[in-house]
């Protein structure tokens, strides 16, 4: 694993998108960056802080349950999911993308992986497009923040 700092980063939710369709075994890691994960590979239980065997990420895989919906309305979905971690984890936390072996899942489901390898960092202005596109959308989808204040 070089230099993380250099990794490029993804500017729009249509070339997220793009990189996501056709392809599997990609995720998104909200975090301080790889530079800081990849060391101990590990993430934390925050209730239990028991070490987990492998990184919580979240799949950005389309489901065959997603049928015939756009794909980019998919990946908005799942960067809209955690895009609270920045304001109640730490103000630095960035998403990244990553590709991996799953290797468990965690306390919540999530995905634990392994095998690392950084992709790329996502810019902020894709999770502000991935925003609107989720709060457009019809019916009521809250991010995954327990404290209900999004």
């Known amino acids: 694993m070089g230099e993380t700092a250099d990794l490029p980063t993804v500017t729009s939710l249509d070339e997220l998108t793009r990189l996501v369709t056709g392809r599997r075994g990609l995720y998104v890691r909200w975090s301080l960056g790889p530079a800081r994960d990849l060391p101990r590979a590990s993430s934390k239980d925050d209730l239990t802080g028991l070490r987990l065997p492998g990184l919580s990420a979240s799949s950005l895989d389309v489901e065959d349950w997603w049928g015939e919906r756009p794909a980019?309305?998919?990946?908005?979905?799942?960067?809209?999911?955690?895009?609270?971690?920045?304001r109640i984890k730490d103000a630095r936390t960035r998403p990244w993308l990553l590709r991996g072996r799953e290797a468990?899942?965690?306390?919540?489901?999530?995905?634990?992986?392994?095998?690392?390898?950084?992709?790329?960092w996502v810019a902020d202005s894709v999770i502000a497009e991935?925003?609107?596109?989720?709060?457009?959308?019809?019916?009521?989808?809250?991010?995954?923040?327990?404290?209900?204040?999004?």
């Open 72 to 86: 980019r309305v998919w990946v908005a979905r799942r960067l809209y999911d955690y895009c609270h971690l920045p």
């Open 104 to 120: 468990a899942r965690g306390p919540d489901n999530e995905p634990l992986v392994r095998d690392v390898r950084p992709l790329g």
């Open 130 to 150: 991935a925003c609107n596109i989720v709060t457009e959308q019809p019916g009521h989808w809250g991010t995954l923040d327990r404290d209900g204040t999004t």
